[in-house]
């Protein structure tokens, strides 16, 4: 009985070794999204995605009945001839017209940057909407993948505080995003 336990708590430790390295041994990076103090699931339907050189994030993210997190930041979808997109504050609106690939803010002015669908999800550029709703986003790494963090003031804690708190949710939503990803889908 001893040795038997001895062998699943070795199957144990090296499983855990290997899920960090599973990242890396595919060629994807997977990315975390975590909002103020709250590290977000992981899905392959919400994962943030890079396109042309710039870092998507899904809409949802700033969307509190989605997150549990407030930023302030809320949101209004139209989907009429153009497809568009609205995330605002009490002072400020940013409209992404999906169908013309442009984003216009609440006086008409074209903003330079697109929102982009991926999964039949709307992603918005995180640097862009965070620097103009007055939002921080950290971009940092893990032995897990790398964790985009979005924050207003009411965050609790620092960067480095919050990655010395999160290895174990790290690695528990690597590894309920791996057991998915191995899990056949229904067939219809």
Known sequence: MKRICAALAA?????????????TATGDTIY???VNDTLLPLSAESMPVYERGVLYVPYTV????VTGVNLGVYYGQEQNVEQTLTLYTRQKMLIFNITRGIAVNQNGEEQGYSAVVRHGKVYV??????????LDYSLLYTDYGQLI???NQNV????????D????SLEYRLEMYYA?????SPSP
């Open 11 to 23: 199957a144990v430790l090296l499983a855990a070794l290997l899920v960090p390295l599973a990242a």
């Open 32 to 34: 975390f999204t975590a």
């Open 62 to 65: 700033f969307d509190s009945s």
């Open 125 to 134: 550029p995180v640097r862009r909407v965070c620097a103009f709703f007055g």
């Open 149 to 151: 963090r979005i924050k």
């Open 156 to 163: 609790s804690l620092s960067d480095a505080q919050f990655l």
């Open 165 to 168: 708190a999160a290895p174990a």
């Open 180 to 184: 998915a990803q191995a899990t056949p």
